[in-house]
């Protein structure tokens, strides 16, 4: 048979046509889910999904994109194999395993194939996949090949999946916002959001590798630490001063509906109350602890401490009158800080230290908050002087602290508004210029090493997305109306490529760095959500609709994605008096975007794991009983795993192993629940009862809050457990509230 649109030679049987995946008509029958196939164009840039009408949808997921992609793999081992000259009956495979290895791990050169190459690669395919399944039914049992282990798809997902539960891999702050911990409550017509124990956002850009993170809480006023197993007090005096309560607003008056509401530029620096979450921070690693004790809530000031967290005894008071808005570097080892500052802490002296030199450095007086970041290598220091907040602009200078380094604090330009940091090899710093005050857009100015400040984006509203694995951006520019231009600058090569224009923000960036998803928010609060790769200029639309939340947002994930942007969830036309969607669900492969899939129409929230595997939601929420059910969708099935859970009570583990929640929710004489766990099989375990709050840890560790008593302020036995049915263990008494976990 010849591939109608490009008229290659294929195999009979051949459902998608490798050169041009164009689907071929097989003149099978799909049933009542059978829909008209398309062949769709890469540039995607304008609404093909519905999510409110998705019989408008052109084309099935399963007819265009399980079929287009079901033989990826068989096609590049045949070029692969033809690369290595492996012939066509695998006789050199069989004598050779570590050859066909090697064809396996070898990456295609990226160039057009000639039509005899793909005809050829096809025929290869069609020939691995029959022999394929013979061996599945037993009938190609010719050649001893049991030093040559295949795993099949399912097993390396398994795989995949035991791998993500051992290392802790990057997520994004939206991600990690997911992993949050709630108090129960339950009523009639009332949403279920409340919150007691904290929760920490340090997983994203967390490094790779088993990660031991502390649980850090409060003792009443005192400051306590669990890292291993045994308690540890950080603190006779966590808070020495509250805020006094701020003076009543008065009434304003409320803007016309034809006038814009204004833009707040997040650039600007913001005096605000300092939270006791705040006050503490934990190096991405878990060794290292920075925090504030004897604060005073009123000016964010406090004595700064350094503790190493497998070292009891190493505890270490670094400065007093240290401002809360402090810098740490990327390996935890040192921190930036402004002490003796004003009562707004907007202004102090910046100062420097070093673990290894636990010696306070006095870097330069008169420093404003928030103008000062470490390079990624934490070897120096990028920082604003005089600066003039009427015109938002001072000196940037910068000082080094690498070893027999110049003690020189040098300028290196002037009139900047804002500095925003380095690239990774922190000798490209970039920075803003030409600060309109009135609209908040600014020059990208990026300076090299040993060459002249150049401006690389004009008129940018949002700071520019700097990459830690390579040295790249995606900078914003052309601001106007909200909407903005991104483009991927690349430095090692020199090249700008603009992206996408008229774009809302970069939501998220992939694990590897090479793609975003970003959205087109207009004036109903509703956002299209886009994927495009930095290389790239045409986006594909991969959701439509989705609905900013306005009343009681927490836990209402509408949007989600798995590490690696294969698996894209989320619900579309979202009723918030209801609380419910349709859920749509679509996959990402070799960079092209397949059509959706709606497996639910009353959907929560949702939430995708970080491999892609497994997609999990909320659903059927009862607003009276203030409850959903936990369901599960993967291959194609959907199962619901528990039914009657406290709405807004329910977390989500990473890896798509179990589901944490609470049920049967009392509000008095206290608000307590039963705190269960499920997990992706349906297997459902009672963790504890009549529990306070709970929280769930990135390593999969429960921890479990139960107050003894009444009052203003009770205290509580703080336990933890495990997703695998472990009983629960005692961690600390007389527990006031976990901060950090």
């Excluded at 490209?428 to 150049?454: F, H, Q, R, S």
């Excluded at 963790?687 to 840890?697: A, F």
Aim: aromatic letters at 10%; hydrophobic letters at 30%.
């Amino acid at each position: 048979m010849k591939c109608p649109r490009c008229d290659i030679s294929l195999p009979d049987n051949t459902e998608v046509c490798p050169l041009c995946h164009t689907p071929l008509t097989t003149g099978r029958q799909d049933g009542e889910n059978k829909e008209k196939s398309v062949h769709t164009p890469v540039a995607q840039d304008t609404g093909r999904f519905s999510a409110i009408d998705p019989s408008k949808d052109t084309y099935d997921f399963d007819l265009q994109y399980t079929l287009t992609f079901k033989d990826a793999g068989e096609i590049r081992q045949a070029i692969a194999d033809m690369e290595l000259g492996i012939g066509k009956d695998h006789a050199e495979e069989l004598l050779h395993p570590e050859k066909a290895a090697a064809a396996v791990e070898k990456k295609p050169e990226h160039r057009q194939r000639t039509r005899e190459e793909m005809e050829e690669a096809a025929q290869r395919a069609a020939l691995r996949r029959e022999r394929r399944n013979k061996q599945r039914k037993g009938g190609h049992n010719s050649g001893k090949r049991t030093h040559v282990v295949r795993m099949s798809r399912t097993e390396r997902e398994k795989a995949a999946a035991l791998r993500a539960a051992k290392a802790k891999s990057e997520r994004s702050p939206e991600k990690s916002m997911k992993n949050r911990r709630f108090v129960f409550s339950a009523g009639v017509a009332v949403i279920v959001v409340a919150i007691i124990i904290g929760a920490i956002n340090l997983f994203a850009g967390m490094i790779d590798g088993d990660v031991h993170y502390p649980t850090v809480y409060t003792k009443n006023n005192q400051l306590y630490m669990v890292y291993d197993k045994k308690p540890q007090q950080l603190s006779q005096n966590f808070i020495s001063a509250y805020a006094a309560p701020k003076p009543t607003a008065t009434a304003t008056t409320k803007p016309s509906s034809t006038q814009k509401p204004k833009t707040e530029d997040p650039k600007k620096y913001k005096n605000e109350t300092a939270t006791e979450k705040q006050l503490i921070s934990v190096s991405a690693d878990g060794l290292y602890t920075f925090f504030l004790e004897n604060v005073d809530l009123n000016n964010g000031c406090g004595d700064l401490v350094y503790y190493q967290n497998d070292t009891p005894k190493e505890r270490t008071v670094i400065a007093s009158s240290v401002y809360y808005k402090t810098v740490i570097s990327k390996d935890g080892k040192s921190v930036l800080y402004l002490k003796n500052t004003d009562e707004t802490g907007y202004h102090g002296e910046l100062c420097y230290w070093n673990a290894a030199q636990k010696q306070e450095v006095s870097v330069e007086q008169n420093i404003c908050s928030e103008n000062f970041v470490f390079t990624q290598d934490g070897l120096a220091v990028l920082y604003i002087k005089n600066f003039n907040p009427i015109v938002n602009t001072g000196d940037l200078c910068v000082r080094s602290f690498a070893k027999d380094a110049s003690q020189e604090n040098k300028v290196i330009d002037e009139k900047v508004a804002f500095v925003f940091g380095s690239t990774p090899k922190s000798n490209i710093y970039l920075y803003a210029k030409d600060y309109n005050t009135e609209t908040g857009v600014y020059n990208l100015y990026v300076l090299k090493e040993n060459e002249a400040p150049a401006v690389y984006a004009e008129n940018a509203f949002l700071p520019p997305v700097i990459l830690e694995k390579t040295e790249g951006i995606y900078a914003y520019s052309n601001y106007h109306d909200n909407f903005q231009t991104i483009s991927y600058i690349d430095f090692a090569t020199g090249q700008t490529n603009q992206m996408a224009e008229d774009i809302t923000r970069i939501e998220r960036v992939r694990k590897d760095e090479g793609a975003v998803i970003y959205t087109k928010t207009y004036e109903t609060n509703k956002s299209d959500y886009y994927y495009i790769a930095a290389s790239e200029t045409a986006s594909q639309k991969i959701a439509n609709a989705v609905v900013e939340v306005q009343e009681n947002p927490q836990g209402k994930i509408l949007f989600d994605a798995s590490d690696d942007f294969s698996r894209i969830a989320y619900i579309g036309g979202y009723d918030e008096e209801n609380c419910k969607g349709a859920l749509f669900t679509l996959n990402i492969i070799n960079g092209y975007a397949g059509t959706e899939k709606r497996i639910s129409d009353d959907a929560y929230s949702c939430d995708v794991s970080a491999d892609g595997a497994i997609v999990r939601f909320a659903s059927s929420y009862n607003r009276d009983a203030g409850t959903v059910n936990l369901v599960s969708y993967s291959n194609s099935n959907t199962v619901t795993l528990t039914e009657g859970v406290s709405a807004g009570a329910f977390t989500y583990d990473k890896i798509g192993e179990a589901m944490v929640y609470a049920r049967n929710v009392q509000m008095t004489p206290t608000t307590s629940g039963d705190v269960e766990c499920v997990s992706s099989k349906g297997k459902i375990r009672q963790v504890d009862t009549g529990v306070n709050s709970y929280g769930l840890k990135q390593d999969g560790t429960i921890l479990l809050l139960k107050k003894d008593g009444e009052g203003e302020n009770p205290v509580g036995k703080l336990y933890y457990s495990n997703q695998k049915g472990s009983k629960i263990r005692l961690m600390d008494e007389g527990v006031s509230a976990v901060v950090l976990y």
